[in-house]
């Protein structure tokens, strides 16, 4: 069972352009969830969606944006690219994203802000 | 506010010791709680969860954790280290009615040969 696939692995950016980063789940999972890793600010969650809508979403500035779609494949785009967003950005996929269940992650996209 | 706490940001221990990563948690509601290993440039492996029932839960590679709930614990641990283990080691709980994960700030196991 193939796992949770990011693309790309690595983005190198310039401040005040956009991206956008896409994620595939496990076949069958309906949750995405997005992380923000950074060494200063450890793990931050920036949203959550299910059946393509968004259902937790953590504190991050408006510029911060997702999606899913129908077949449960998530973007997120960021905005306005700040070099504070330079950061390793990691999906992750569950069955229902409940809080029991265990999510499993992908390798991440590292993206770099220049 | 809730919160997970790793009080270690590096444990070294030799080979073959045991070893004990230490995570303390502040949730309201039940606590549901996990473990998960990072290595270089990876995303997070699941290692083992704490939902309900047995305070010692038993997870994967020989790793398990004990949950205290007095203490508000959940201290990872394994009888035999191997120099394969060392890895970054992040504690989490998922509060109860949400879809997201509080992460500890991590923990950096090195085991010696």
């Known amino acids: 069972k193939a796992g949770v696939t990011q693309t790309p692995r690595y983005l190198i950016k310039t401040r005040g352009q956009q991206v956008t980063l896409s994620c595939s789940p496990i076949s069958g999972h309906r949750s995405v969830s997005w992380y923000q890793q950074t060494p200063g600010q450890g793990l931050q969650f920036l949203f959550e969606y299910f059946s393509e809508t968004q259902r937790n979403k953590g504190n991050f500035p408006g510029r911060f944006s997702g999606r899913q779609f129908s077949n449960s494949r998530s973007e997120m785009n960021v905005s306005t690219l700040e070099l504070g967003d330079s950061a390793l950005y990691l999906c992750?996929?569950?069955?229902?994203?409940?809080?029991?269940?265990?999510?499993?992650f992908g390798q991440g996209t590292r993206l770099t802000v220049v | 506010a809730q919160s997970v706490a790793q009080p270690e940001d590096q444990v070294n221990v030799a080979e073959g010791n045991p070893l004990t990563v230490k995570c303390t948690y502040s949730?309201?509601?039940?606590?549901?709680l996990f473990w998960y290993v990072q290595y270089p440039n990876r995303g997070l492996q699941f290692l083992l969860k704490?939902?309900?029932?047995?305070?010692l839960v038993k997870g994967s590679y020989g790793f398990e954790a004990e949950f205290n709930k007095s203490q508000t614990s959940f201290h990872l641990k394994k009888p035999s280290a191997l120099v394969s283990d060392s890895a970054l080691y992040f504690c989490?709980?998922?509060?109860?009615?949400?879809?997201?994960?509080?992460f500890g700030t991590g923990t950096r196991l090195k085991v010696l040969a």
């Open positions: 704490y939902i309900t029932g047995d305070n």
């Open positions: 989490a709980v998922r509060p109860s009615g949400t879809y997201k994960y509080i």
């Open positions: 949730v309201s509601g039940n606590p549901y």
């Open positions: 992750a996929s569950s069955w229902t994203g409940g809080a029991n269940t265990e999510a499993f």
